[in-house]
């Protein structure tokens, strides 16, 4: 079963920068698929089981960038 969390991150201008938070989210435990999306600030995370809030904003953070919110 693959839960999927659409995430919206502020800061994102470029591939670079998607590049950058896909890495730092497909870091976590559990995680087994990300897409990111600089123009609308979306990122679609596919994953094991449910994410904690507090651990998708630390890993966006640890990335260089604001995790606003679950869209």
């Given at each position: 079963m693959s839960i999927t969390t659409v995430l919206t991150v502020d800061g994102m201008s470029c591939g670079h920068c998607e590049k950058t938070v896909s890495a730092g989210l497909a870091a976590l435990p559990g995680v087994t698929g990300v897409s990111a999306d600089?123009?609308?600030g979306l990122?679609?995370?596919a994953s094991a089981q449910p994410l904690d809030d507090a651990v998708l904003r630390g890993a966006v953070a640890g990335?260089?960038?604001t995790?606003?919110?679950r869209d």
């Open positions: 600089a123009p609308t990122v679609t995370v990335a260089g960038f995790f606003v919110g």
